[in-house]
Structure formats: structure tokens, C-alpha cells
């Protein structure tokens, strides 16, 4: 019984610590800079105006971002 603790434990401390680096290891690259686009003409079916711009030139954008 004691040798089943004792490798019980074991176990959970090889879980914890395999856990521990598979987190550390797994993070997301983050980069800085500037991303150059070609010029784009949009235009639609329906007729209006655009009544608001949400984002300025030079704004940071992400997916979030409605």
C-alpha cells in the first residue's frame, strides 16, 4: 500500500510538472512592425453614405475589434 502512495505521488508530480512546461512553452509570438497593403477600391450593390469610420489610419486592430 505504502509503495502505491508513494508512486502515486510520483505520478502526479511528473503530470504537474510535464503541465508546467507544455504551458510555458506554448505561448503566442508576438510581433511589432508595420504591414504594407495594396490599395483597395470597395464598392457595393446598394447605394448610401458611410455614416461612420470605426478605425483611423494607424489605429491597432485585432479580430476582436467590431
Given at each position: ?66
Amino acid at each position: 500500500m505504502k509503495k502505491r502512495t508513494i508512486y502515486l505521488i510520483l505520478l502526479m508530480l511528473v503530470l504537474i510538472a510535464m503541465a508546467a512546461l507544455f504551458r510555458a512553452h506554448n505561448q503566442y509570438l508576438l510581433l511589432q512592425g508595420e504591414v504594407d497593403a495594396p490599395e483597395v477600391i470597395v464598392s457595393s450593390k446598394a447605394k448610401g453614405r458611410v455614416v461612420e469610420r470605426l478605425i483611423e489610419r494607424g489605429d491597432d486592430v485585432n479580430r476582436d475589434r467590431r
